[in-house]
């Protein structure tokens, strides 16, 4: 289906599928521009957000929610953008984003060019600087990175400028070249290729005295701006122009030494790698930095299979030019049991720059000074591939400014002056399917772009892998993608299928494992046995039941040589660890082979008590004490104090990192047959996970340890469940389900003997009863479950008696007593340090309040509410609290702010995906507009409203819809349809909600008598 397309090169446009051109400013322009320059890949929330504000304010999130929003609205089903996690996903395809486009043109032009076929070349470059509109994304203001990812591909923009004029050059057009270098030097007259091409497109048009009018130009500009003299190859041409060398002009000087392998005529992505490498390179020659005397360093890490070789040999190439002496190459072998001496690859250098080898130096140290006095003021680049360490580079760098150096390792070697360090990750899909495409064909990943993505995934998107893909595919042209995609699906024997010839990801990991302690090898087998997607410390402590230090050095080791990531920091700036996933299942292979049955369960039985441990905590710090929960006895380990103190210091921080290991961990519990590990891992998260909306994660772990507590004959973990998926029902407004499980869980709990557990299922069958309009039978509920609540000393359920209570005589009318009953629910949660509790109900205080009459007295206790909340990171709760404050801001009939309230609340509800929260956003919306006599408006929402409902099976919802859209029919002077959408509602009413029930019944029989 035909999208949205847009275009960045130049000022951001926007066009719907129907052709509209829909106008986006602001906030709104920087949030499309931001994931534009990212299409196709996610971009975490604080990532935008530090590219909207150069100080964000405290409702960044909010706000950046908001104008994500809007930016839906405006393009509604012409846009793919996704929440992925905690950011956003923009998906579109090559033809609809101007500046894929442009990518997809000057990668072929400049194919076009390496194979000689000049006039394809220049017509690609041509058709893909058509595409550019003016400066990139001009007027749309944005900070931190986005800065630097513009003028980034602003320089992209310049280059592919200077390949076209290029091009012309060699294809024998100088004049056309003048004409488009003389505009571009103008813009950029520090661009020292775009002089060297207009003195030769001069010289080949007999123009001499302009060649050298030209370079005195660049050179008064260079001088000016820069305090240095221009490049080398720069005062080379005019110095060959000067003694009126032509041919040397034509020529340009050659370099004398080559050795670098071949580069990648397939190579794909990595353009901000590149673009870093070749600016620290190119230092060396006062380009784009001070001039200074430090002989410049780039170290290219990451591990293996990653492409760092090809990464490393195609900038070199791309800077032959640059280093008009010679490109030195070496494989330092630093993977290999027994590195390349320093002293040999030394050698090989000096043999290289034509010293004879009967005279070399034995000596390390005088090779050295030889090596340097050979390199001194002239221009070299050196690519070292393989390093093992800085000891074993650290010779090799020559000795002074002019020549540079370029390492591949999977070390960091942090240790190396000068240095820019880039390191290297997987390649992004859209590249990764790109270059499959480029080994097997474009045409046959266009005949199952699906099934290319699947299958780099698959490899990891590990360069090393889809080459292993791609070439089992070439040599078996009878295979379509899927049949190898069903090879590789299966986990266990990945890395079997992922070898072809003599290429194999197993063997590069093996390299790495193999060099390991006997300690460090214990570790990455026992972490690849964890299916959680990332871990902290303490895990690999649990594993090893040692201390969090020596887990850290471990861990630490293992991510120096990659057989580690480091995949972010969790609470309290925790460093947190992955593995990619070619790589844990090498570690699972080791684990299956050189580990017992016993120690390999013991290890994962420490690891998941450790969760359990930190999971009761975080629910104690948020629920103010071991309330609202029962627990099994399940717990074996505990991590040490540091682990604890910061889940207690940020509880919802570690929810947010720990929320996919938990759903792994309950997972991998029932698998191991851990029973009680199971159910008390996932009860002790609820409360977390209802914070943070995760309703996935929530069903997914009750459903798995119901199933195992069921087979396993636990009574109370069944019980347990069942209440918990009760109350999951409940925030998903299924009360059938609800009530459902409710019964099943008292009976178990009852069956149990668990009093505690009893109590706590009344309290929400109580609710479910409040719901439904059963006051009678909820407060029932709530009596018969205060004394088990009191023996077990579980405030915060009492709490939640409270405001039920509270809730009942609100919606009776008995408001005094209403707001008794919610004070002391506030003042209990306050007393307890239950947060989260005592905000929420602060918020039915103020709908109170609001009733009473004083919506000023109403906006302080929501307004309250949405701070507090907001920083506790429970988007429910904001949104809850701005929908309360947007009702206050009506009663005062300020109905602008209360619109941006309402958009506020339903842009978050729409965030996380909240149906049930839009469903009343858009509800509070039409009864303003009832109010306010847009009945047309009105009718409209109510029955989407009603749809909405429908299709999420929220009928006491959906019945109150339809009651008030009887009431805007019956306005409208329209009584057969009022009637009909009355009787509707009576359906659902009868069930949810019997008093308003009632109401409705008497209208029917008012209007139909």
């Not at 949205?4 to 602001?26: H, N």
């Not at 280059?159 to 056309?176: F, I, S, V």
């Not at 813009?187 to 290729?193: A, D, G, H, N, V």
């Not at 074996?636 to 996919?660: G, L, N, Q, T, Y």
Request: aromatic share 4%; proline share 4%; with cysteine.
């Amino acid at each position: 289906m035909a999208g949205a397309t847009f275009g960045i090169l130049g000022p951001v446009q926007v066009r719907a599928a129907d052709g509209r051109e829909i106008a986006l400013k602001g906030k709104e322009a920087a949030v499309l521009t931001t994931l534009l320059l990212n299409v196709n890949t996610p971009v975490p929330r604080d990532r935008l957000i530090a590219a909207l504000w150069a100080a964000a304010p405290p409702s960044a999130v909010s706000n950046l929610q908001t104008h994500v929003a809007r930016i839906r609205k405006a393009l509604a089903s012409d846009l793919r953008l996704f929440t992925t996690g905690s950011g956003y996903l923009l998906e579109a395809d090559e033809e609809d984003v101007d500046l894929l486009v442009f990518d997809r043109e000057v990668r072929r032009a400049r194919a076009d060019m390496r194979r000689g076929d000049l006039v394809a070349a220049i017509r690609g470059f041509q058709g893909a600087l058509a595409l550019s509109r003016g400066r990139p994304a001009e007027g749309v203001q944005v900070h931190d990175w986005m800065r630097e990812r513009l003028a980034e591909l602003a320089e992209r923009l310049v280059e592919a400028r200077l390949d076209g004029a290029e091009a012309k050059l060699g294809a024998g057009m100088p004049a056309e070249a003048i004409g488009d270098l003389r505009p571009l030097l103008a813009e950029q007259p520090l661009c020292e290729r775009g002089w060297h091409l207009l003195m030769l497109a001069y010289v080949r048009t007999g123009q001499r005295h302009r060649a050298l009018e030209a370079y005195q130009r660049a050179r008064t500009h260079v001088v000016a701006e820069l305090g240095v003299e221009p490049g080398l190859d720069l005062r080379r041409l005019h110095a060959v122009i000067l003694a009126d060398d032509l041919r040397a002009a034509e020529h340009g000087p050659r370099a004398t030494v080559c050795q670098l392998p071949p580069d990648h005529a397939d190579f794909v992505g990595r353009r901000d790698e590149v673009a870093a490498v070749t600016g620290n390179l190119l230092s060396a020659h006062g380009h784009g930095a001070p001039a200074g005397t430090a002989v410049p360093v780039s170290a290219i890490s990451g591990q293996g299979g990653a492409g760092k070789t090809t990464l490393a040999v195609h900038v070199a190439h791309r800077l032959r030019h640059e280093f008009p002496d010679g490109q030195l190459y070496i494989d330092l072998r630093g993977c290999e049991r027994h590195p390349l001496d320093a002293a040999e690859a030394l050698g090989r250098f000096l043999r290289a720059l034509g010293l004879d080898a009967s005279r070399l130096p034995a000596d390390l140290d005088q090779r050295v000074e030889l090596y340097r006095e050979s390199l001194a003021d002239r221009r070299y680049l050196m690519v070292l591939d393989n390093a093992a360490d800085e000891a074993q580079v650290r010779p090799l760098i020559p000795g002074t400014r002019g020549c540079a150096v370029l390492i591949t390792s999977r070390q960091r070697l942090a240790m190396l002056p000068a240095t820019r360090r880039i390191d290297l990750d997987v390649l992004p899909v859209a590249d990764a399917v790109e270059l499959l495409g480029n080994i097997i064909g474009a045409e046959k990943v266009a005949e199952a772009p699906s099934d290319a993505r699947t299958l780099v995934r698959l490899c990891g998107e590990l360069p090393l892998a889809v080459r292993i893909a791609g070439a089992k595919l070439a040599a078996r042209p009878h295979w379509d993608l899927g049949h190898l995609i069903t090879r590789l699906s299966d986990t266990r024997g990945r890395l079997g299928q992922l070898s072809h010839g003599s290429r194999e990801v197993r063997a590069g990991i093996a390299i790495g494992y193999q060099g390991l302690p006997a300690q460090a090898q214990r570790m990455f087998r026992r972490l690849g046995l964890l299916e959680a997607p990332d871990f902290a410390v303490w895990a690999g402590a649990a594993l090893l039941d040692t201390s969090e230090v020596e887990a850290e050095q471990l861990m630490e080791e293992l991510a120096d040589i990659r057989l580690l990531e480091v995949a972010g920091h969790g609470p309290g700036g925790q460093v947190r660890f992955r593995f990619h996933d070619l790589i844990r299942e090498y570690a699972r292979e080791r684990a299956e082979a050189d580990e017992t049955d016993g120690a390999r369960s013991a290890a994962l039985e420490r690891a998941f008590s450790g969760w359990l441990d930190l999971a009761q905590r975080a629910h104690q710090r948020l629920c103010g004490g071991d309330y609202r929960v029962v627990h099994g006895d399940g717990i074996v380990w505990r991590p040490d104090a540091k682990a604890a103190e910061h889940v207690v210091a940020d509880p919802m921080a570690w929810i947010e990192a720990e929320a996919a290991g938990v759903v792994a961990g309950v997972r991998q519990c029932a698998a191991l047959g851990f029973d009680e590990l199971c159910w008390d891992l996932a009860t002790s998260t609820v409360d977390l996970l209802q914070t943070r909306n995760s309703y996935t994660a929530w069903r997914t772990t009750h459903e798995t340890a119901l199933r195992r507590a069921r087979v396993s004959g636990d009574l109370r973990g069944q019980a347990a469940m069942l209440t918990g998926l009760a109350r999951l029902c409940l925030a998903l407004d299924d009360l059938d389900g609800c009530g459902l499980a409710l019964e099943e869980a008292l009976e178990l709990f009852d069956k149990a003997g668990d009093r505690h557990g009893h109590a706590l299922t009344l309290v929400h069958q109580a609710e479910l009863h409040r719901l439904r309009g059963r006051d009678a039978d909820a407060l029932a509920c709530y009596e018969q479950a205060g004394d088990a609540l009191t023996r077990a000393g579980d405030r915060s359920t009492e709490i939640t008696v409270m405001r039920g209570v509270g809730r009942i005589h609100f919606r009776t009318g008995r408001l005094e007593l209403a707001d008794t009953y919610i004070r002391r629910a506030v003042r209990t949660a306050d007393e307890i340090g239950d947060v989260r509790s005592r905000e929420f109900t602060r918020i039915v205080l103020g709908e109170i309040v609001l009733a009473q009459g004083d919506p000023a007295g109403a906006e302080g206790h929501f307004g309250q509410a949405l701070g507090v909340l907001d920083a506790l990171g429970f988007p429910s709760g904001v949104a809850y609290a701005s929908l309360g404050l947007a009702e206050a801001r009506l009663a005062r009939h300020d109905l602008a702010d209360a619109e941006r309230l309402l958009e506020q609340a339903l842009a978050i509800y729409r965030d996380i995906d909240d149906k049930i929260g839009q469903a009343r956003v858009l509800f509070t919306r039409a009864q303003v507009w009832y109010r306010q006599r847009r009945l047309d408006a009105a009718a409209v929402l109510l029955n989407e409203i009603v749809a909405m409902c429908a299709a999420i099976q929220a009928p006491s919802r959906q019945g109150m819809a339809l009651r008030l859209l009887g009431d805007v029919h019956r306005d409208a002077g329209d009584l057969p349809a009022a009637v009909a959408a009355w009787r509707r509602a009576l359906t659902f009413l009868r069930v949810t909600s019997p008093p308003e029930a009632g109401k409705v019944a008497a209208l029917i029989e008012r209007h139909t008598a």
